[in-house]
């Protein structure tokens, strides 16, 4: 199939990485890799393979990388676990009584609460963290790899675990929480990108998805400590699940940091002959011989993202690439990347999904609260799980409008049985079955399904800005929502109780709306085939429909190679 493409991989290999090296340049010297038809005749047996493979093939002959997608997406579990850790506290009686200030209820009793101040603050506290750390994962994880970048934050997460651990104040748990979600906001984003660009077309869905299992499985884990702990009428209450969060990194740091690079990041880096034995090591011997067909098709994609970058001027060196991802055809996937992973939060899902402490608000007791939550964590679980089987079955669009229509539906019930709830205690029962269904259907649709969508929708030239970007939209509104969710919810605020979920009904019903008319089918696209479909102006509607014909790649291969062609005749 022509001269071998690693022959000529080494020499512009220093050329590639340059951080000056412009968008031109980078084409240039990635056509000069291997003659441009040949790149594109390999490319062509690449994605009829990608087209042609079953699933049950996929799973045979990818079994390192999905292997390696599990590991580096694990990091999740330790983000699970705390995001429900501390909103679950509120409730604690333990926890109250150390950091929460004394309250008389309705009936003279005197409990505890968090004022909500520092309810709010300490639940925006991980995610200020957060967003510092998505926004420079965006550019670390570019310069550095994802292989490194999480090996370093792993370290940072032990360190930071110790300040909350022995946290004798509020203001000083208010400190350890924004610290530990520095790296927390790395591991959210760090495992989709990975995972997106090492999964075969028919994995893409399930390896994208799994990073919401991991969300459920930290949950779960950490509802069962709390279940486990809720008894013991002193500190190690609540600092025993505090500590337990040591437990995850030395091993995901062995495991991490034997991790194989991201083949599209070593490209990008001009390092092509390691790209090419990347490639061989996430997937079996048996496929080994098609190591060049997926590189090429790799090159071909980043040469076709390169020249829609050079129609638009852009420049994506360092900080660039953010700036970037609000320019021409990279606008639109970021609309869509930032609004699918913000619906998370819009749908209610500070309200509904952690529900602990409206249990506790609408009368439950202690014991069965946490039961509940318990139970409601499960069921998360068993939603993550139970959606991979609607992934290949069901394209991504129809499984995320679908599943929002009935959490809307869901919050509606929820507050119309809100008034009925005060007198009657089968009534308070009901909510929680709702707020239960609210769980089981997100977990099955919307929360499994924006992780894959986010990953499938960017381009592979902006993916980790574009993915860290998603993420910080999301990270926004959920700060917002963590402010505001306490006082709708704190009896001495505006303690609406069960009226809180028409609050967030009234954000559900136009995210339902937008994503109805503006969210594309990706299911069953290479990364190549999204990039034709954004750069046409296909409508989101026509996606899964429109057939791209193999002139359109062509096209694609003439415009490259003209732009090369005119660039060689101004420089002559």
Request: charged share 20%; net charge neutral.
């Amino acid at each position: 199939m022509g001269t071998d493409l690693k022959q000529h991989s080494v020499a512009h290999v220093d050329d590639l990485s340059s951080e000056s090296s412009s968008p031109e340049r980078q084409k240039d010297l990635l056509a000069e890799a291997k003659g441009i038809v040949d790149v594109y005749q390999q490319a062509d047996l690449a994605t009829e393979a990608e087209h042609e493979m079953t699933l049950k093939e996929a799973f045979r002959d990818h079994k390192p990388a999905i292997f390696w997608a599990i590991v580096m997406a694990a990091t999740i579990v330790m983000e699970g676990y705390d995001n429900i850790l501390t909103g679950s506290f509120y409730a604690y009686p333990q926890f109250q009584k150390t950091f929460g200030q004394p309250f008389s209820d309705e009936n003279g009793k005197i409990t505890y609460q968090l004022s909500t101040k520092w309810q709010s603050s300490l639940g925006a506290a991980s995610s200020v963290g957060s967003i510092l750390g998505i926004f420079f994962n965006g550019y670390l994880t570019e310069r550095f790899g994802h292989r490194l970048v999480i090996n370093v934050s792993l370290i940072f997460m032990g360190a930071f675990i110790f300040i909350v651990f022995f946290a004798r104040s509020i203001e000083v748990l208010l400190v350890g929480q924004i610290l530990c979600g520095i790296p927390w906001g790395i591991f959210a984003t760090i495992g989709i990108s990975y995972a997106s660009e090492i999964a075969p077309l028919q994995l893409r869905g399930y390896l994208t998805a799994i990073i919401n299992l991991y969300w459920a499985t930290g949950q779960f884990i950490a509802a069962g400590v709390l279940q486990g702990m809720v008894g013991v009428d002193n500190k190690w209450s609540y600092k025993v699940p505090y500590a337990l969060q040591w437990m995850w990194v030395v091993p995901l740091f062995v495991l991490t940091y034997l991790a194989p690079d991201s083949p599209w990041y070593l490209i990008r880096k001009g390092k092509l002959e390691q790209a090419e034995h990347s490639i061989r090591r996430l997937g079996s011997k048996r496929i080994a011989h098609k190591a060049k067909d997926s590189l090429a098709l790799m090159i071909r994609t980043t040469q076709l993202e390169i020249e829609q970058d050079r129609k638009n001027r852009a420049e994506l060196g360092g900080w660039k690439g953010y700036i970037e991802c609000f320019r021409g055809t990279n606008l639109r996937r970021t609309e869509i990347m930032c609004l699918s992973f913000a619906g998370q939060v819009l749908s209610g899902s500070s309200f509904a999904y952690s529900p602990s402490y409206f249990f506790s608000q609408a009368g439950l007791a202690s014991d069965q609260v946490y039961k509940l939550n318990l139970g409601t964590t499960g069921i998360a679980f068993s939603g993550t799980v139970c959606s991979w089987f609607l992934l290949n079955r069901f394209g991504r669009r129809t499984i995320y409008v679908t599943g929002f229509f009935f959490l809307v539906l869901f919050l509606f019930l929820i507050g119309v049985l809100a008034k009925p709830a005060e007198t009657n205690g089968a009534v308070k029962w009901a909510q929680a079955g709702l707020t239960m269904l609210w769980v089981s259907t997100y977990a099955l649709t919307i929360g499994p399904l924006a992780f894959t969508i986010t990953a499938e929708t960017s381009a592979t030239r902006v993916r980790a800005q574009s993915v860290c970007i998603a993420r910080n939209a999301y990270n926004l509104v959920s700060l917002i929502s963590q402010v505001v969710e306490p006082y709708f919810m704190n009896p001495g605020a505006a303690n609406l109780k069960g009226l809180t979920a028409f609050v967030w009904f009234a954000t559900a019903l136009p995210t339902l709306i937008w994503s109805y008319f503006r969210l594309p089918e990706t299911k069953d696209r290479t990364y190549e085939e999204l990039d034709i479909l954004f750069e046409k102006r296909i409508p989101a509607r026509k996606f899964a429909s429109y057939v791209i014909q193999k002139e359109d790649r062509r096209a694609t291969a003439a415009e490259v190679a003209e732009s090369r062609d005119e660039k060689e005749t101004t420089v002559d």
